[in-house]
């Protein structure tokens, strides 16, 4: 089992290489009864929305769904899941 906290400060990267950053922060919906993780913040606006600096509106996140794998200190993601500069999804 994986702690969320596990995840904080590994590289993102797509399938094909392309560094994203790193995870700072995760987003999730939460409900009653439960947690669901729905996307990892990563690259320097992801680690200032973590502090507070700028619009929560601004950083860059990956989909949840968009994870391959778990790689020794990276997270690989689907190329697709990129598009631009904003990954959100």
Not at 31 to 36: E, F, I, N, Q, V
Not at 64 to 72: C, D, K
Request: overall charge positive.
């Amino acid at each position: 089992m994986r702690t969320l906290s596990s995840l904080l400060a590994r590289e993102v990267v797509t399938q094909s290489g392309r560094s994203l950053g790193r995870c700072y922060d995760l987003r999730g919906e939460l409900t009653a009864s439960k947690l669901r993780v729905t996307g990892l913040c990563v690259g320097g606006v992801g680690l200032r929305d973590r502090f507070g600096i700028g619009g929560h509106d601004r950083h860059e996140t990956v989909p949840w769904s968009a994870i391959v794998r778990l790689e020794g200190k990276r997270i690989i993601v689907r190329d697709e899941a990129v598009t631009g500069r904003s990954v959100d999804g």
